[in-house]
């Protein structure tokens, strides 16, 4: 897979990088992509996402002054800090649904977000992906989407702070268990066999 440069910095936005303000806002606004397929990867309420999207930058800004160039990609960067709020959030998240008791089927359909969560998911196949994604845990969700996102096994090992082997070694079993999980949909789900 080919790996996903960040666009060159043109002299336009280095002028316009004269505050740490100004040179995050325009990185982020770069690369907002990043965070958007974050939010959509962990969570379904379009207000959480919207949520989930506004603590990762809060996040990223607050660990702006850290950034260093010359260790890293911004948007390489920005997929780990992404990441890590979005799976504080997912576990915290599920701490707390331990403690209530759920909704019937019928209620949480009333309350699901209509929209799409990409345009593409119209198609059966890539719904029922997603829907398999949903259940993974955090850090495999993580790979997941870093996998779909065409991210190279060195920059996936380098957003989840593991080894290129081991990049290699988990995203073989994680499609081994999602093709599994997609023929047999009444098999356990490869959230409970994946850890």
Known sequence: MDTINDPPMTDAIAA???SPQRRFGTLLEQHRGIVLKVAHGYCRDREDRRDLVQDISVQAWRAFPAFDPSRSRFSTWLYRIALNVAISQARSSSLRQRHHAPLDDEAVAALADPAPRHPHEADAGVRALHAVIDR?????RALMLLYLDERSHREIAEILGISESN?????????????AQLESPASPSPATRTR
């Open 16 to 18: 316009e990088a004269d």
């Open 167 to 179: 990049v290699a070694t988990k995203l073989h079993r994680l499609r081994q268990r999602i093709r």
């Open 136 to 140: 993974l845990d955090p850090l495999n």
